[in-house]
């Protein structure tokens, strides 16, 4: 297909969205009341992340008339999310057909984008979709659905303005600036509430000498490297994949585990009883899933493991736990359970960690926040995977709650649409399967408590609307004919 075939495609697909959403008769009219604060403009949301959630949210937002909202991403546009700036695999590892961010839907689906350009063999023929393809997706997604999103901009801090608004302070190249806003969405990601985790085995280390799998690697500089990869998920994998390919001279994937997880147990059962059912759990229940989940592991995809095996220098060491790290001159030996590895550069695909008190912006909010670990969890639930204790235990639209009732009111009107929501609401604000029934819960619970709080206003509209369905002359009134003993006849 020529280019111009392929945008003749698109707009033939662009102008089906716009058919579609007209048919529907959405966006809906916008219905909430605008709020000022010493006189600044209120907006109704703030959605920190215009990632897929942040996407899905603030779309979601405006289908159902709230429009007075707003996504900040401190990513320049096109670079949201990992897809291409520290995502190292090839393809998605899901499966080319889930909806993602479609919100029911058809023309918002990628393969109504994919097919629009490419033709449906095109479509039969593809196996998994390439990670810069599904950027230019989301991409298309922000444009087509017209979605308010400035890019660029950073939240540095959250306070209270007052018990029900959010005061955001944040952060452009023209300087800093308060807004107010009365929901806030945090939809930052998988390191959103939080960071990389890093083992403290490699606390104080020199930097030149390793890396976090998420941090941004001059693999080039890996060329004729011995190199370490510590880990066996899929981040571990398309990390040495990339050194390999850029011809690291010999590279170790160091694997805890006696086995490789080869069972991607929680996508093996995923249905609509498990998006729409988790949330409603026993808390022991909800434990017991992910604790299940998280001793099995996720598998890394088989083709991001082959892309690893296939090279001759490339080993895999099973049951070798990393227990310390050191400088050896330019080297660094790594010490494991089984015999020391003397290596240039040492990778640690250690995932991510729930840790409010590692990101300032949440500084005055962290201290308030509950978390399963506080007092949710109780020892007869399963093992406590630090990262479960962690995890903020979220209201009905993934609301924070506090720890202790009264003292920090205003987490009411601050959402959790990021992985950290999992343990309270399922994967319906991570990943690309649910995320559009994740988006549905958070737009119902905000409409509801916009609805609520401003129950006066909307009171008073009901009582002033005043435009008549009836103008008077459809009927005459009979009644000043009625004699007292007239029997009607019907
Ligand atoms: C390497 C990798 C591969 C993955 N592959 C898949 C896959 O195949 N399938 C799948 O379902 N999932 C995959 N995931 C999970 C993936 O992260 C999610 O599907 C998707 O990115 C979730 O979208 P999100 O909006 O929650 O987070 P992100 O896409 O990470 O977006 C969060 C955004 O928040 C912004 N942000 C954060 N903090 C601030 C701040 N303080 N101020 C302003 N902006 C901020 C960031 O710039 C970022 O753009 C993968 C994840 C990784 C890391």
Redesign the pocket.
Known sequence: MTRSDRQAGLDKLNTRVREDLSYLTLPAKPWVPRQSYKGQAVRDVVI?????????ALAQLRLAGIDNVVA????APG?????IT????R????PKT?T?PALGLPALTFRAWYTAQFGAEAWDRLD??P?EQ?MDYLVWYRHILELPIENE????DIEAATDDLVALR?EDQSGTRTEYARHLV???????LGGAYVPDFLDGLDPALWAH??DEIDFGALKGKDVAVIGAG??AM?NAGMALERGAASLCMLIRRKEMPQINKMTGIGSPGVVHGIRYLPDDWKWKFYDYVAKAQTPP?RSSTLRVSRHPNARFYLDCAVTGVRAAGNRAIVETSQVPFEVDFVIAATGFRNDFFE?A?FASIAPHIKVWGDGVYAPDMGTPHRFLVDSPYLGESFEFQEKEPCTCPILSRIHC???AAMLSHGKL?????A?SAGADRLMRGIAASLFNADREKQFEALQNFAAPELEGDEWTDSTPDLKPKDKIAS
């Open positions: 920190i992340g215009a990632g897929m959630c942040g996407l899905a900040y991403d401190h990513a670079l949201e999310g990992p897809w520290f995502a190292r695999m393809t998605l590892r899901s889930l993602g998994k979709i990670k599904w901009v950073r939240l540095l944040l945090l939809a930052t990601g998988r390191s959103g799998g998420a899929a981040t398309d995809p990101r912006e649409f990021n992985d604000s991570g990943d690309i399967p995320v």
